[in-house]
T-cell receptor, first 118, second 112 residues
Framework: GAVVSQHPSRVICKSGTSVKIECRSL??????MFWYRQFPKQSLMLMAT?????????EQGVEKDKFLINHASLTLSTLTVTSAHPEDSSFYIC??????????????FGPGTRLTVL | KQEVTQIPAALSVPEGENLVLNCSFT??????LQWFRQDPGKGLTSLLL?????REQTSGRLNASLDKSSGRSTLYIAASQPGDSATYLC???????????FGTGTQLKVEL
């Protein structure tokens, strides 16, 4: 149980285009999902918290107009990189929170999406 | 602001060795600490989660300890195997929050 998928796993796009990445919780509902970015040989940096039915909360320094997040259902959050540039090339990972009824909801991670902007 | 550091950044050992990975964090007001494994180009696999009230957790050849007051955790891997080669990340969850802060990672290579 607690499986999270991402699509696509890899995407190559031209500079100036927009790219959408999907994050799905396959066997549970997730009110909250998170989007992370990871540069080569570096750790995960939280970009934003995605809340079902409301606006995402972005971390300091993350451009909300560049990284559009939509959490339209309890099993799907999407990250759209708008007007992508080569510096947006990175590994994007999402996670979904499994509500346990306790005081802590564990996050389960997707397999990641490799974005390359030419 | 919580900062999480992992030492060493990279480690290469021969098969069969026991090894220790270190994780330190600056703010001891954590709810729990989690160790993850990441294979190249892949997502994260959770290995062990230690609640702030616990001192250690074990799973198979893995043992994680937590010293919350000193801001330290260790991941002990017994009898290492080539299949253990991966990057190991620790992450802390804050008290009263749900945003994880990840460490810098240790890239482990276990050689035949």
């Amino acid at each position: 149980g607690a499986v999270v998928s991402q699509h696509p796993s890899r995407v190559i796009c031209k500079s100036g285009t927009s790219v959408k990445i999907e994050c799905r919780s396959l066997d549970f509902q997730a009110t909250t999902m998170f989007w992370y970015r990871q540069f080569p040989k570096q750790s995960l940096m939280l970009m934003a918290t995605s809340n079902e039915g409301s606006k995402a909360t972005y971390e300091q320094g993350v451009e909300k107009d560049k990284f559009l997040i939509n959490h339209a259902s309890l099993t799907l959050s999407t990250l759209t990189v708008t007007s992508a540039h080569p510096e947006d090339s990175s590994f994007y990972i999402c996670s979904a929170e499994l509500t346990s009824g306790g005081s802590y909801n564990e996050q389960f991670f997707g397999p990641g999406t490799r974005l390359t902007v030419l | 602001k919580q900062e999480v550091t992992q030492i060493p950044a990279a480690l290469s050992v021969p098969e069969g060795e026991n090894l220790v990975l270190n994780c330190s964090f600056t703010d001891s007001a954590i709810y729990n600490l989690q160790w993850f494994r990441q294979d190249p180009g892949k997502g994260l696999t959770s290995l062990l989660l230690i609640q702030s009230s616990q001192r250690e957790q074990t799973s198979g050849r893995l043992n994680a300890s937590l010293d919350k007051s000193s801001g330290r955790s260790t991941l002990y891997i017994a009898a290492s195997q080539p299949g253990d080669s991966a990057t190991y990340l620790c992450a802390v969850a804050p008290g009263g929050g749900n945003k994880l802060t990840f460490g810098t990672g240790t890239q482990l290579k276990v050689e035949l």
